[in-house]
Nanobody
């Protein structure tokens, strides 16, 4: 199992980023996928989840209305569109496959700063 996150960077408050996670080594279309984040000195937290078909999603309250999770099963990729970013969104973002909590990618750094 391999999960490769990309798309992070430095952005000003109010800006946007689109994260991608390319998955391999398992049947992507059978698994729900999630994005997590970990800020310095804090525990890793669940940000958003999408079902295997994409028909159901979940967001933590702090990102509702600003972030959108989506997936392309043909490309084995899950995305996180992040709009109206604020400094509290600064973290390393990771994706994870449902039912496989032991597998993590290297993460992608998102820094929101003026």
């Amino acid at each position: 199992v391999q999960l490769v996150e990309s798309g992070g960077g430095l952005v000003q408050p109010g800006g946007s980023l689109r994260l991608s996670c390319a998955a391999s080594g398992f049947t992507f279309s059978r698994n729900g996928m999630s994005w997590y984040r970990q800020a310095p000195g804090k525990e890793r937290e669940l940000v958003a989840t999408i079902s295997n078909t994409g028909g159901s999603t979940y967001y933590v309250d702090s990102v509702k209305g600003r972030f959108t999770i989506s997936r392309d099963n043909a490309k084995n990729t899950v995305y996180l569109q992040m709009n109206n970013l604020n400094v509290e969104d600064t973290a390393v973002y990771y994706c994870n496959a449902g039912g496989m909590p032991q597998y993590w990618g290297q993460g992608t750094q998102v820094t929101v700063s003026s």
